[in-house]
T-cell receptor, first 115, second 112 residues
Framework: DAGVIQSPRHEVTEMGQEVTLRCKPI?????LFWYRQTMMRGLELLIY????????DSGMPEDRFSAKMPNASFSTLKIQPSEPRDSAVYFC?????????????FGPGTRLLVL | QQQVKQSPQSLIVQKGGISIINCAYENTAFDYFPWYQQFPGKGPALLIA?????SEKKEGRFTISFNKSAKQFSLHIMDSQPGDSATYFC???????????FGQGTILTVHP
């Protein structure tokens, strides 16, 4: 299995631009998680999907952030407009059954720098 | 309360020594306690996990000790090796919900 696939791996953009991060979960997994990692705040859960439905989006910072999961094999996290404080590493993770506490498998992350 | 507090922030151990990282939680509904290991430039990966029906779980050189009454759990790495140098995160969740709350992480350095 290829594991969780994220793209791009690195993104540098200017403040005000739209940023779209992409994630392909492990085949057969029904739960998908988006995390943000910074030195100051550590690992924070942004949003959690189960069977393509958002279960918990309480970690989404503000309206500039949005996430979609149109099907079981693809999810996007969009930031519009981006700000320098959004600079972080964004991880996508998937699990076979998030509601049963199954292991979360993390992707390699997207390192975002907003200038 | 959703916080998970982890200590120390950083730890330096000599090769062959024991590394100990501690975590404390507040939410008594938590019933799943994993530890994740993260190497630079990589995503976190599950190392070992425990549920509160046991007080200890061992996998190779890695052991989780769990104290339900104190709401604390810890990771012990025996015979620490330079290859163990990484950032370690404890986490907690209600297994029926799946949302992991992570500790702040511990940067472990094992000197040869």
């Amino acid at each position: 299995d290829a594991g969780v696939i994220q793209s791009p791996r690195h993104e540098v953009t200017e403040m005000g631009q739209e940023v779209t991060l992409r994630c392909k979960p492990i085949s057969g997994h029904n739960s998908l998680f988006w995390y943000r990692q910074t030195m100051m705040r550590g690992l924070e859960l942004l949003i959690y999907f189960n069977n393509n439905v958002p279960i918990d989006d309480s970690g989404m910072p503000e309206d500039r952030f949005s996430a979609k999961m149109p099907n079981a094999s693809f999810s996007t996290l969009k930031i519009q407009p981006s700000e320098p404080r959004d600079s972080a590493v964004y991880f996508c993770a998937s699990s076979a059954d998030g509601l049963a506490g199954e292991t979360q498998y993390f992707g390699p992350g997207t390192r975002l720098l907003v200038l | 309360q959703q916080q998970v507090k982890q200590s120390p922030q950083s730890l330096i151990v000599q090769k062959g020594g024991i590394s100990i990282i501690n975590c404390a939680y507040e939410n008594t509904a938590f019933d799943y306690f994993p530890w994740y290991q993260q190497f630079p430039g990589k995503g976190p990966a599950l190392l070992i996990a425990i549920r509160p029906d046991v007080s200890e779980k061992k996998e190779g050189r890695f052991t989780i000790s769990f104290n339900k009454s104190a709401k604390q759990f810890s990771l012990h790495i025996m015979d620490s090796q330079p290859g163990d140098s990484a950032t370690y995160f404890c986490a907690a969740s209600r297994s029926s919900y799946g949302k992991l709350t992570f500790g702040q992480g511990t940067i472990l350095t094992v000197h040869p």
